[in-house]
């Protein structure tokens, strides 16, 4: 059978679809092979590659708060620290390394000096999803071996071609922003940063999905409407629609992942007739 990579993207309350999504695939019998992840694709896809029940994952969305992982910052570069989220991240997942989870898994980020994405293939797993998650101006960048890393989505939100790199033949891309659309109001000064960075998003996506489309089996969109990436009450509607999207595109999933073997036995009949 094909080998199955999923490509998580960035969406910040939104990438709680990624959960839903997860139990559907589950529940219907798929597990990946590869998983890589951006931003809050980082933080449901590596928890999950490292083992992390998604009965946990959701028991953790119901509770959490915007204040579980916020701290105020102590320095300039960014409205709050990361020293909560790391916390939480440590009490759920623990400290792990990523070239050890059970599922083979990559994030990634941007580095501000060299202008470039980095990919966290190794190391300190909770480090990859910190770095991967810093949005900027909310949270200050990580200065690590000479690099200031924040968001990956500022370059690659749906890090999708990376699995391919990894090994795997069939590839799903979910992306939970879609085609972010302009709010007829006019938000207040943190609101343009905000929707600023989502449109330089969208230009990025529309511009890698000509480049690597081809190679990409299924690119999916929740349906999740107007929902605020940086709102977490919604977080349930998230889940439910990630959920009946993985629901909905399972059967074809599977009916790609079977094809893989058809053709397998193919190609060695062939091989042993030559």
């Given at each position: 059978m094909k080998k199955l990579g999923l490509a998580l993207g960035a969406g910040g309350a939104r990438g709680l679809a990624h959960v839903g999504f997860l139990t559907a695939l589950e529940e219907e019998g798929i597990k990946p092979d590869f998983i890589t992840g951006c931003s809050m694709g980082s933080v449901i896809g590596g928890a999950y590659a490292a083992g992390v029940s998604l009965n946990t994952m959701r028991h953790i969305v119901s509770h959490l708060r915007i204040v579980d992982l916020i701290t105020p910052a102590k320095s300039k570069g960014g409205l709050f620290g990361t020293k909560k989220m790391r916390e939480l991240l440590e009490r759920f997942i623990g400290k792990k390394q990523i070239e050890n989870l059970k599922i083979p898994f990559r994030c990634i980020a941007v580095d501000m000096l060299s202008q470039e994405i980095v990919e966290f293939s190794k190391g300190d797993l909770i480090e990859g999803i910190i770095a991967s998650s810093?949005?900027?101006?909310?949270?200050?960048?990580?200065e690590k071996d000479g690099k200031r890393?924040?968001?990956?989505?500022?370059?690659?939100?749906?890090?999708a071609h990376r699995v391919k790199e990894m090994g795997a033949d069939v590839i799903v891309a979910?992306?939970?922003?879609?085609?972010?659309?302009?709010?007829?109001?006019?938000?207040?000064?943190?609101?343009?940063?905000?929707h600023t960075f989502d449109l330089m998003g969208n230009h990025h996506t529309r511009a890698y999905h000509e480049k690597y489309g081809k190679e990409i089996d299924f690119w999916l969109d929740p349906h999740l409407g107007n929902m605020s990436q940086y709102n977490l009450k919604d977080g349930h509607f998230a889940m439910e629609q990630g959920y009946a999207l993985g629901k909905e595109y399972a059967p074809k999933i599977k009916e790609k992942l079977k094809n893989g073997r058809i053709h397998k036995k193919l190609?060695?009949?062939?091989?042993?007739?030559?």
């Open positions: 810093s949005i900027p101006a909310l949270f200050h960048p990580m890393l924040i968001d990956g989505g500022v370059f690659e939100r749906v890090p979910v992306d939970v922003l879609g085609d972010v659309g302009t709010t007829e109001e006019i938000p207040g000064t943190m609101g343009i940063l905000l190609s060695e009949i062939k091989k042993k007739e030559e």
